[in-house]
């Protein structure tokens, strides 16, 4: 187990990944593992993350996965498993590397189907719940589509330079994620049957007017779920609710953590037998 500092670097399955630790640690309180999008970093959760820490009294873990922020660059082409890879194998050692305890998986988008296959694959009695923030769960036409977009704004207009004010490789962030989305054989992945599989309550957060996926991915996990679904389909926003309307992406990521944490005391180390 590491000593958190307040930032630094984890060795993680020969990667080095940047990370950030807010309020307690995790032998002290809950923590809230935040993971992030196909284009994000530790620092482009912009001051969301404190605020988290701030409204929950939990510990906020924040890191940025291989090819993204300060972390070490990915190997390219990634792999159409690559979100299975991240869930199955980095992880596990990563949670074990901070000492997580009890908490909850905070993931939006690439981020929160990572989450999704470590809870439908690994029964871990730490995870006391998830929050999903638009999630793919299955391809849709229209989320190729604005990838496909993205691809033609990287070299056509000034979204390279303003990624670049967050990754220290810029192309290796974008062409991992960009390329394996376009990849043809990747229209065939779905992680619709891993829902089933989950035994922890759900809040999903979704834009109404997301430009990457439809009300038919929430429709889909109300199908599939045994467990609760919370859905907060917000008017207006697309698919960056945390950055569009944070004071009301906030309250409702963190009423949902409270309710558990505090209501029904899923963060006490005495609710779950280890």
């Known amino acids: 187990m590491t000593a958190l500092s307040d930032e630094g670097l984890l060795d993680i399955s020969g990667q080095t990944l940047e990370y950030r630790m807010i309020g307690p640690r995790p032998h002290e309180a809950p923590t809230l593992v935040l993971l992030h999008d196909g284009l994000g970093c530790v620092a482009m959760w912009g001051d969301f993350a404190d605020k988290l820490a701030r409204e929950t009294g939990a510990g906020v873990f924040v890191y940025s996965r291989a090819g993204y922020g300060r972390s070490s660059p990915a190997a390219l082409p990634r792999p159409v498993s690559y979100m299975h890879d991240e869930a199955l194998s980095v992880l596990p050692k990563l949670l074990t590397a901070i000492g997580f305890r009890r908490g909850l998986l905070i993931g939006h988008d690439d981020g929160a189907s990572i989450a999704t296959i470590y809870a439908g694959n690994v029964e871990d009695h730490r995870v006391r719940g998830l929050v999903l ?5 299955f391809i849709e036409d229209a989320g190729i589509a604005a990838v496909a977009a993205a691809a033609e704004a990287y070299v056509t ?21 960009n390329g394996v989305w376009l990849d043809p054989a990747f229209r065939k992945w779905d992680i619709a ?10 809040l999903i957060v979704q834009g109404e007017a997301d430009p990457y996926r439809t009300a038919r991915q929430i429709e889909v996990a ?7 679904v919370e859905v907060a389909l917000l008017p207006g926003l697309k698919d960056l609710p945390q950055r569009e309307a944070p004071e009301r992406a906030l309250a409702t990521v963190a009423g949902f953590v409270n309710r558990l944490l505090r209501d029904h005391h899923e963060g006490d180390l005495a609710a779950h037998a280890a």
């Open 133 to 137: 923030i638009t999630p793919h769960f």
């Open 157 to 177: 207009t000034d979204l390279r330079d303003r990624l670049a004010r967050y990754h220290a490789d810029v192309d290796n962030a974008f062409h991992g994620w």
């Open 193 to 202: 049957e891993e829902l089933a599989y989950i035994r922890v309550p759900i």
């Open 222 to 228: 109300r199908q599939e779920c045994y467990c609760p």
